[in-house]
């Protein structure tokens, strides 16, 4: 379903020298699979969730999914191909002001050129407790809601692939279970793949699969070396 073939991400700094943030020999996630990806912070998670979306361009290598190879299209086909086959859940929400609850996941379909789908947009709502808040503008909502209106429209375009950034980061206690039930109950049910990056050890206690980025990445497999050397060496 995904597979990553010497993908490699850097940044210009202002000296002209190269910043690398990603180096992944390989990677493969299967079609229906359900993994977290863990690490600590700086070590390229949200990076390498941008580039497999499609929202940043890798330096070199490939990023295939289904088949394609999508640092190979353009940037508008890119987001055409985001839409119809990718959900993201981002940290920062991303909801548009001026719509409701409804009309954000809604949206999220019509740009998938699947329609609006009233029944089951409003079914994801329901599904994340937030039936009572359809018609709610993301301003008349806490930042926990808001974060379950992004993960409903994340699954609204029915997608094979889903990136989850924390998706339970912004999510009172009492309704982060439900929200990764959701993701993964859905992402079953539909055979869809899920990536979802967290910082919960609650969290990716429950999957079968967590991928540590310091072992895939290797920049950061060498700055957690840098960094355990520097240690030794104080102690």
Same mark, same amino acid.
């Given at each position: 379903?995904?597979?990553?073939?010497?993908?490699?991400?850097?940044?210009?700094?202002?000296? #002209? /020298?190269?910043?690398?943030?990603?180096?992944?020999?390989?990677?493969?996630?299967?079609?229906?699979?359900?993994?977290?990806?863990? /690490?600590?912070?700086?070590?390229?998670?949200?990076?390498?969730?941008?580039?497999?979306? /499609?929202?940043?361009?890798?330096?070199?290598?490939?990023?295939?999914?289904? =088949?394609?190879?999508?640092?190979? *299209?353009?940037?508008?086909?890119?987001?055409?191909?985001?839409?119809?086959?990718? /959900?993201?859940? &981002?940290?920062?929400?991303?909801?548009?002001? =001026? &719509?409701? @609850?409804?009309?954000?996941? $809604? *949206?999220?379909?019509?740009?998938? #050129?699947? #329609?609006?789908?009233?029944?089951?947009?409003?079914?994801? *709502?329901?599904?994340?407790?937030? =039936?009572?808040?359809?018609?709610?503008?993301?301003?008349?909502?806490?930042? =926990?809601?808001?974060?379950?209106?992004?993960?409903?429209?994340?699954?609204?375009?029915?997608?094979?692939?889903?990136? %989850?950034?924390?998706?339970?980061?912004?999510?009172?206690?009492?309704? $982060? $279970?439900?929200?990764?039930?959701?993701?993964?109950?859905?992402?079953?049910?539909?055979?869809?793949?899920?990536?979802?990056?967290?910082?919960?050890?609650?969290?990716?206690?429950? &999957?079968?699969?967590?991928?540590?980025?310091?072992?895939?990445?290797?920049? %950061?497999?060498?700055?957690?070396?840098?960094?355990? @050397?520097?240690?030794?060496?104080?102690?």
């Amino acid at each position: 379903m995904l597979e990553l073939r010497n993908l490699k991400k850097s940044y210009k700094e202002p000296d #002209g /020298g190269e910043l690398p943030i990603l180096d992944v020999p390989s990677w493969k996630v299967d079609a229906g699979e359900q993994v977290v990806v863990v /690490g600590p912070s700086g070590c390229g998670k949200t990076t390498l969730l941008h580039i497999i979306a /499609g929202i940043l361009r890798p330096t070199s290598g490939h990023v295939l999914i289904d =088949g394609w190879d999508t640092p190979l *299209l353009t940037e508008s086909e890119r987001d055409q191909f985001r839409a119809r086959r990718i /959900g993201y859940v &981002f940290q920062t929400f991303n909801l548009l002001p =001026g &719509f409701s @609850a409804l009309e954000n996941v $809604q *949206l999220g379909m019509a740009f998938a #050129g699947r #329609g609006r789908d009233k029944k089951r947009a409003i079914d994801l *709502l329901e599904r994340v407790g937030l =039936g009572h808040r359809l018609h709610h503008k993301p301003s008349q909502m806490s930042v =926990g809601e808001q974060q379950r209106v992004s993960v409903a429209r994340a699954l609204a375009n029915q997608p094979k692939l889903v990136l %989850a950034d924390e998706p339970t980061a912004n999510v009172d206690v009492g309704n $982060q $279970q439900l929200v990764v039930d959701m993701l993964r109950e859905t992402c079953r049910a539909e055979n869809v793949a899920l990536i979802l990056v967290t910082h919960s050890p609650q969290v990716a206690e429950q &999957f079968d699969r967590v991928d540590l980025l310091t072992d895939v990445n290797l920049v %950061a497999k060498r700055k957690l070396a840098e960094r355990e @050397a520097t240690l030794a060496a104080t102690n």
